[in-house]
């Protein structure tokens, strides 16, 4: 669409950013593409001079541009500079912090997942640390407020205080940039694999290829675990060679445009690297989105993956960033996915998994009074089990929270807290 591309540099150039619809109107009727741009320029300079606030013009277009991509759908949006470096920066695995995950076990907090080379790996903290302090502030059990505490300004510093077996540690980490390829794995004892992304950023296939090739170096896997719980998607480039491993031929994906038009075709094809003969269930949630829905849907179409969880985001639209002279960008809905069959996912219609089943849920704290007395007023520990079920299946929704998956320990140690994963290790078995 040239002439949108066009548009966009126009009214930016010339203040204008807002009045698609006069534009559009206009094109339609035959007139010139840029009619109704006086109009448009009128209105902005009319803000600037009377509105009640003094507002600089790139203000005035700053706002016009978030109105005008606000109401074509929920995924086109205006990204000013800082925050589309900030999105560009993610899209490639750069982050800023400590690179710790951290995740509550029971009524603790603990070290989940450390980035290679991440500042707190480099300064000593290991995975499954309890957190016990941050700058000398106790944790107890309050993940988001410790999660929190971590961040800052690159450079600063921050006194992070773990316990590991039985013994208090204290290391003082410096907030910094690191590079994050969220993909990591390990494997049971019987040769289950699992293997999880977290986003489909700039060398996640490669990342993908390296784990797998590393969990077969420690004996022939059984069955593999592909966790895409909590993936926003990311780069389609990164995403379709992954489900390529995985499939000896088949559409992936295919993108189409405006009129239907045929985009783009990605199709499986052999090769050395592919997994073929071991069996695959793949981990969704209502977080599974885009890419994410791309890989999963299409191991799904073309039978060779059980889904199991949750129904996914429902997101089958591709967006495109176009640079804005100022710094900015505008990321637009493109086109849409279809996988085999001409399957489109959408809000409506989202993957749905072949193994429904929910996530554990944290009760709220009038909850857990509840349950703390009836274990305490019921001696027998089989009726204790039994009214504490009864208690969780009436108490209302917006009294539990869903966990999110669970990454510290063993995959046997986290099956315990996390149905879902258990669920996939038993149909692996």
């Given at each position: 669409m040239p002439w949108a591309a066009g548009l966009v540099a126009v009214c930016f150039s010339a203040g204008l950013g807002a009045g698609a619809a006069v534009v559009r109107t206009a094109h339609a009727q035959g007139a010139s593409p840029y009619a109704g741009l006086e109009t448009l320029a009128r209105v902005l300079t009319t803000v600037e001079d009377r509105y009640l606030e003094d507002l600089p013009l790139e203000a005035v277009v700053h706002r016009s541009l978030e109105g005008l991509a606000s109401k074509l759908d929920p995924w086109t949006v205006y990204l000013p500079p800082e925050r589309w470096r900030q999105v560009h920066a993610a899209s490639v695995g750069q982050a800023t912090g400590v690179g710790a995950r951290l995740e509550r076990i029971g009524d603790r907090v603990v070290v989940g997942r450390l980035v290679p080379d991440g500042p707190a790996a480099l300064a000593g903290v290991q995975e499954g640390d309890t957190v016990d302090a941050v700058d000398g502030e106790p944790i107890g059990d309050r993940v988001d407020a410790a999660a929190g505490a971590l961040q800052g300004e690159i450079g600063s510093t921050v006194e992070l205080t773990v316990l590991r077996n039985g013994t208090s540690l204290t290391r003082t980490l410096t907030r910094d940039d690191y590079l994050d390829v969220p993909v990591w794995g390990g494997r049971s004892d019987d040769g289950i694999g699992w293997v999880r992304i977290g986003a489909f950023v700039r060398g996640s296939s490669g990342r993908v290829d390296r784990v797998l090739a590393a969990l077969e170096d420690e004996g022939e896997l059984r069955g593999l675990i592909l966790d895409l719980r909590d993936n926003g998607g990311g780069l389609l480039d990164e995403a379709t060679p992954i489900a390529d491993r995985f499939l000896a031929e088949g559409l992936v994906v295919e993108t189409r445009g405006r009129g239907d038009e045929v985009l783009s075709t990605f199709r499986a094809g052999p090769a050395d690297t592919d997994i073929l003969d071991i069996p695959l269930v793949v981990l969704i949630d209502g977080d599974s989105a885009s890419a994410a829905e791309v890989v999963s849907g299409a191991l799904q179409a073309l039978g060779r993956a059980q889904l199991v969880g949750t129904p996914?985001?429902?997101?089958?639209?591709?967006?495109?960033?176009?640079?804005?002279?100022?710094?900015?960008?505008?990321?637009?809905?493109?086109?849409?996915y279809l996988l085999h069959g001409e399957r489109g996912i959408t809000r409506d219609n989202p993957l749905q998994p072949d193994v429904s089943v929910q996530r554990s849920s944290r009760p709220s704290p009038r909850l857990r009074r509840l349950r703390d007395a009836l274990r305490a007023s019921t001696p027998d520990v089989d009726a204790q089990e039994a009214l504490i079920a009864d208690l969780m299946a009436t108490a209302d929704d917006d009294e539990t929270t869903p966990d999110p998956p669970a990454f510290a320990g063993t995959l046997e140690e986290r099956a315990r807290r996390d149905p879902q994963l258990a669920r996939a290790l038993r149909l692996l078995r």
């Open positions: 996914s985001y429902g997101k089958g639209f591709v967006q495109r960033e176009f640079l804005l002279p100022e710094g900015g960008a505008l990321r637009l809905t493109v086109s849409r």
